[in-house]
Structure formats: structure tokens, C-alpha cells
């Protein structure tokens, strides 16, 4: 559970969880989130759980640091159940237009494309958070013959709904933005829907999501 | 007349749809938004007499040129700005602070803002304008908010309604103070940098580069010298983070910023000096200051009090 809770500026709750990122640590960050939103204390404004931290905003005319500490530590989530999360299928097509890093990752890696994809989509992952830009899953962990470092250069754009590896992670560009991880292919999905107003993200914390291969005339057909 | 609007001549650099922001969306990757300089935006909407949260239209730098079509309608302009009043016959110089008056085919010009980024323009009316996610606020990296969630475009109409007919002579004599000291509380990533780095980081100048804009500020000055990790585990940012980049820069994170990164947090300005934070243009150096949490607590009523007291004397 939480090792120690400290201020982040003179607005927020510094929650840790500890330095490791498994899935463990992660679900309790989760679990602790869902019920400091259902606990209703007065002045939080935001709460931002990531792989083993979670921030707790809160407005400075309504409370303040020791008060807003003092609540979070008594509540007692002892019989609080976590609900389980979703499973999510999503398609990519790994056409060439695509996969710009493929190349790159064949060498990087020692292994052939067939097999990068074969590793890659036969496994499940798992949706430690969600954030950086609006909706953008971050998912492990991979087979460790997959884990390559960022491109040396970022991209200035990223194309949107590409699939991209680093590390024992992989995410979904929900927008154009800058960055730098290995892309592999497409997504037709809009994982961020600005145009639901209640629930906009299709993928969130706790999520386990699990990719399939479609080809590009799929990819056009479908949703061209 | 049939329809009250605003005609887009001029959209300026960086012209949003703003209310107070929205909140309880970080985990999904949305930011506060919102006004940048919140106290310019109620004296906005007080001189106005519209609600606190009602949405603005937010200016940067250069702000926009209007052409206004309809039914008489007051507004009035917050913030240190030049602007000006193009009337059938006459220029009329614009004055920040007190409810002025647009008559149909006037054109309001909101030239530039002094020595200061953000500027405001309220109406006694309101946008017709959409909603999304519990605000009006534009964020245009996530596309959502008023406008489509993009900034204001040449050519295009703003429509209003509910005009308020009665006049109010609602001022307020107000001087927006500049400050060059930035108050800091100590981030939780302090003790990854140097003793050099830390006593440089609250002993030099930095200066506000041209790469700063909602989302954030980029400083230039010494390199701020990482001995542990220049990369951690992404964890969730708040408005006001400062964060150490690999090469040694301070970015400061502002109202539409990426709701988690990747560098340490060396400190995070205090929510009183936030506003005026946001107005220091660019080319501008800024010094950081070390406060306690207590201390920023306490600056913060005071700053909060002064605020509500602006308010009452528009009336």
C-alpha cells in the first residue's frame, strides 16, 4: 500500500507506492484511486494514478495539505472490492505504410518482421494508465525479446492510432503528437472519442487489452 | 435584430473559448485547462455581472479583431491590454477595467497586450457556444471544449445571445504588478540534483523562451546538473511543476499540460504566484525563490482575500 504521502506544490497529495512497476504495486495505486473517488472528500479536483504513484489535487480554498492527509489516511478500504476491469480487442494492420519502425526494430532485435508480430500479438496486456495526452493507454509488458530502446530522434509527429513499443511497454497514439517510440502498425479505433461527453476513453486502468492482426483492406473497408 | 455576432477579421495568435477549467479528468489524460491568469478572468465576468465561471474569450500576446453585428452589447477587457474601438466616425481608445459599449458594425480591435501574454473580453451576454466534459474550455491538443476545441480561425462567426440591456458602470481601477521572483516548494526529485545545481537553480536567472505556451514554459539559463536519474517512472504533474529535463532545462508545466511525464520534479510554483507567472512574456527572466508549504499556504488566503476584494469594489 502507500509508503509515504507528501505535498506536491502547496495543491496536491504526493502519494508513493513504491519504485517498481509491476502489476501489483499498479493495482493497488488503482484500487486506492476508485475509492478515494467514491470517498466524496471535500476539494479534490483531480486524482492521477500512474504505475506507482497517485496525485491527488485538491482546491486550496476548500482545503489544504494537512487536512486533505489526515482524511486520506483514515479512510479504511480494508472491504472495498475492486471492480475486475474489461477485456478490450483491438485491430491493427502492420501494412508498411504503417509499421514505420519495423525495420529498425528487425535490426535492433535480431529478429525477423513474422516473428515481432508473432510475439507481440500473442500475448495480453495490461493497461497500467492512461495520460500524457488525452486517453493514451500505457500497456505491458512485452515478451523481453521485444524491449528496444526510443528512436535516437523523436518523431516531430506521430502519426494518430499508431501502436509503439519501448521498454517493456507498449501504448496507442490517441493524437497526432510528438514522440518517440517504435511504431508497428494502425489502429482503425478511436481509443479517445471526443465526441462522447461521458465516458470518451475506450481503454482505461486495469484494462486488459488484447491486439489482432487485420490487413489493410480490412483497415480501408472497414473504416475507410 | 434577428442575430447578435462577432466576426472573426483578426484571430490573433492564441484566441480560446476559457471558463474556470475543468476538473476530475487528469486520469484520462485531460488537464485543468482553463483561464491562465484566473484572476483577470472573474474581474472579467464581476465587471460583466455574469456568473464566476462564465466563459471568456482568452487572448495571447496578439489578440483578435472583431467586427460586431447586432443588438448593442457591453463588454470589457481585463488584463494590461492596448486596444481599440473602430466606430463609424471615430477610433476610440480602448480602457482595461469598465463595461464599454459595442454598437452594430463596430469593430473591436484588441491590438496586443503590454509587457504581460494573457488578456480577456467579457460580454454582458453569453457565446453560443458547446460544452464538453463539465466545461467550455478549448483544449486543442485533445480537440474538446467550445469552437470544436480549436483556437478562434479568420472569417469564422461567434454567436451570442442573452444580452443584458441594462448598464451597469461597473470599473475598476487596477494595475496588474509584474513580478520577477517565482516562489517554489521543493519538488520530490530535489536531491537528484547537485549541491551546485540546487544552489544555482535558486541563485541564477532564467529566461522565458520562445517555446512556451499553454501547455507549458521552457526556461534557458544554467544546466541544471542531474547526479541520479534523468529519467523516472512517468507519475501524474499538477499546474506549476517544474521538471529537469535530460539536457538540464527547466520546463514549468501550465493550465494544458500532459497530465503525466517522465523527468524529475525539482519544485512547483505556488498557487499564488500562478496568475502572474503565466504573464511574463517571453524574453523575460524570472528567478526562483525557496517557500515552505505553511508559508505558501498563508500567501495564498492573502492573494485569495485581495481577489475577492477587486471583485467587490466593481460594483
Known amino acids: 500500500m502507500i509508503k509515504n504521502i507528501s505535498n506536491l506544490g502547496d495543491a496536491a497529495l504526493y502519494c508513493d507506492f513504491g519504485n517498481d512497476v509491476n502489476r501489483e504495486i499498479n493495482l493497488n495505486v488503482i484500487q486506492f484511486f476508485k475509492n478515494i473517488k467514491k470517498s466524496n472528500i471535500p476539494g479534490i479536483t483531480n486524482i492521477t494514478p500512474s504505475y506507482n504513484k497517485l496525485i491527488i489535487s485538491f482546491d486550496l480554498n476548500i482545503t489544504n495539505f494537512d487536512k486533505i492527509k489526515t482524511e486520506v489516511e483514515q479512510l479504511n478500504f480494508k472491504n472495498e472490492i475492486v471492480n475486475e476491469g474489461n477485456l478490450i480487442k483491438i485491430p491493427v494492420c502492420c501494412d508498411n505504410d504503417f509499421a514505420l519502425d519495423i525495420k529498425r526494430l528487425e535490426k535492433l532485435l535480431n529478429l525477423e518482421k513474422e516473428e515481432i508480430y508473432k510475439k507481440f500479438f500473442s500475448k495480453k496486456y495490461y493497461c497500467y494508465m492512461t495520460g500524457f495526452i488525452a486517453g493514451m493507454p500505457f500497456l505491458g509488458d512485452l515478451n523481453d525479446s521485444l524491449y528496444a530502446r526510443r528512436l535516437d530522434t523523436p518523431r516531430v509527429k506521430v502519426p494518430k492510432n499508431s501502436i509503439g513499443l519501448t521498454e517493456q511497454f507498449c501504448n496507442i497514439y490517441t493524437f497526432e503528437s510528438p514522440g518517440g517510440w517504435n511504431i508497428i502498425g494502425k489502429t482503425p479505433l478511436d481509443i479517445f472519442d471526443n465526441k462522447n461527453n461521458t465516458s470518451p476513453n475506450l481503454i482505461n486502468p486495469g484494462d486488459t487489452i488484447s491486439f489482432f492482426q487485420i490487413s489493410k483492406l480490412e483497415f480501408e473497408k472497414k473504416y475507410g | ?315
Open chain 2, 1 to 315: 435584430m434577428a442575430e447578435n455576432y462577432f466576426e472573426v477579421l483578426r484571430p490573433g495568435i492564441n484566441t480560446t473559448f476559457q471558463d474556470n477549467g475543468r476538473k476530475n479528468y487528469y486520469h484520462i489524460g485531460i488537464p485543468f485547462s482553463g483561464a491562465m491568469d484566473n484572476r483577470n478572468f472573474v474581474i472579467a465576468n464581476a465587471i460583466s455581472n455574469n456568473k464566476k465561471n462564465n466563459p471568456v474569450i482568452e487572448f495571447a500576446l496578439q489578440g483578435p479583431k472583431l467586427r460586431y453585428k447586432g443588438d448593442k452589447v457591453y463588454f470589457n477587457v481585463t488584463g494590461d491590454v492596448n486596444f481599440q474601438i473602430l466606430r463609424k466616425n471615430k477610433i476610440e481608445e480602448g480602457v482595461c477595467y469598465q463595461n464599454l459599449v459595442l454598437e452594430n458594425n463596430d469593430c473591436l480591435d484588441l491590438i496586443s497586450t503590454n509587457r504581460s501574454v494573457y488578456g480577456y473580453l467579457s460580454i454582458n451576454a453569453s457565446f453560443k457556444i458547446d460544452f464538453y466534459l463539465d466545461s467550455y474550455s478549448v483544449n486543442t491538443k485533445a480537440e474538446i471544449g467550445a469552437n470544436n476545441g480549436k483556437i478562434l480561425q479568420k472569417n469564422q462567426i461567434i454567436k451570442i445571445e442573452n444580452i443584458t440591456k441594462k448598464y451597469s458602470l461597473n470599473k475598476l481601477d487596477y494595475i496588474n504588478s509584474k513580478i520577477e521572483n517565482i516562489r517554489v516548494i521543493k519538488g520530490p526529485h530535489f536531491d537528484y540534483f547537485s549541491k551546485t545545481a540546487k544552489d544555482l537553480f535558486f541563485k541564477e536567472k532564467f529566461r522565458i523562451t520562445k517555446l512556451t505556451d499553454r501547455m507549458g514554459i521552457r526556461l534557458d539559463g544554467p544546466k541544471i546538473e542531474n547526479i541520479k536519474y534523468t529519467n523516472i517512472k512517468s507519475e501524474g504533474l499538477v499546474k506549476g511543476t517544474i521538471q529537469i529535463t535530460a539536457d538540464g532545462d527547466p520546463i514549468v508545466m501550465l493550465s494544458d499540460h500532459g497530465t503525466i511525464g517522465g523527468y524529475p520534479k525539482i519544485g512547483v510554483v505556488i498557487s499564488a504566484d500562478y496568475d502572474k507567472l503565466v504573464q511574463i512574456p517571453p524574453g523575460s527572466k524570472v528567478k526562483f525563490k525557496e517557500i515552505n508549504l505553511k508559508d505558501a499556504e498563508t500567501i495564498y488566503k492573502l492573494y485569495e482575500m485581495e481577489t475577492q476584494n477587486l471583485i467587490s469594489k466593481t460594483k
